[in-house]
């Protein structure tokens, strides 16, 4: 089935990253298994796919996990989701490092191909890679042959979240409002689409 732009478009601009969610509805393990999946098929640098990941679903794991995490850096007075917004799942993700020693773009292309999954999946989530990582290897019990880099939190969105275009200077934080709608700050195309053939230089 083709995908027009229009429909990917939508999808992307969907995809915002969601830090409260409706923790009563499960994430099903096939649907994890699913968006874990995802990252199979991306570019990966040499095609060494060095990434690995640990699916959660089971709510004590994933209640486990939670405080390992730190949430909202531009909220600085929010402490992160209350109980009954967190969420039902997490994906870590790992970087192998008997196979290479840099994960940057693999875990950039896959976190952000399982959000647009997710989002496809009715699902929000976010990227968080603040983590009390000897807590979570402790935890999980991630031999030390395995980097963590990142985890994905996902779950039924419980907040609105909008985008707000900027110009250049403006500043970039993100923040909500008096009704608690989330407000993320994004550059427009004509800021970022450089054109330099007509440079005298």
């Known amino acids: 089935m083709m995908v027009s732009m229009m429909q990917f478009r939508d999808l992307v601009v969907r995809s915002r990253s969601i830090r409260r969610f409706d923790e009563s509805v499960a994430v099903k393990d096939g649907v994890l298994r699913g968006l874990v999946e995802l990252a199979c098929y991306v570019p990966s640098p040499k095609n060494l796919q060095p990434l690995k990941f640990i699916a959660l ?8 996990l939670f405080p390992l995490l730190s949430w909202a850096g531009y909220l600085a007075d929010w402490p992160g989701p209350e109980a009954g917004e967190r969420p039902s799942a997490c994906i870590v993700m790992l970087g192998d490092t008997s196979i290479a020693s840099e994960f940057s773009i693999d875990s950039g292309i896959a976190a952000e191909v399982i959000m647009l999954g997710a ?12 983590i009390d990582r000897p807590a979570l290897r402790s935890l999980l019990h991630i031999p030390d042959r395995y980097q963590i880099l990142q985890v994905l939190a996902l779950g039924k969105p419980l907040e609105t979240v909008v985008i707000d275009q900027i110009g250049e200077g403006d500043p970039v934080s993100y923040y909500r409002d008096l009704n608690g709608v989330h407000h993320v700050p994004k550059r427009m195309l004509a800021d970022i689409l450089l054109d330099f053939s007509d440079d005298p230089s």
């Open 57 to 64: 679903s089971d709510p004590d794991r994933s209640r486990a």
């Open 119 to 130: 989002a496809a999946e009715g699902l929000g989530g976010c990227i968080i890679a603040s």
